[in-house]
């Protein structure tokens, strides 16, 4: 009989930062959560925006990164 069970998942924000672009620092975002955070499943981009600097621009997203919690 298959588990009956669904997943539970938690999420958490992070803000990705880069001088490339937004899909850089999403790029980034997640692969720092890669780093510290087991079963990362989806991502979604909550806020874009930036900073500018004197030498450029700096690119910010808020990204939300949901994980599946062991059981």
């Known amino acids: 009989m298959p588990d009956q069970e669904g997943n539970i998942y938690r999420v958490t924000e992070l803000v990705g930062t880069s001088r490339t672009g937004f899909d850089d620092a999403v790029r980034r975002a997640i692969e720092r959560a890669q780093k510290t955070l087991r079963h990362v499943q989806w991502f ?25 919690l062991e059981s």
């Open 44 to 68: 979604e981009v909550k806020e874009q925006r930036g900073r500018i600097l004197a030498d450029g621009i700096e690119y910010q997203v808020s990204v939300e990164i949901g994980f599946t």
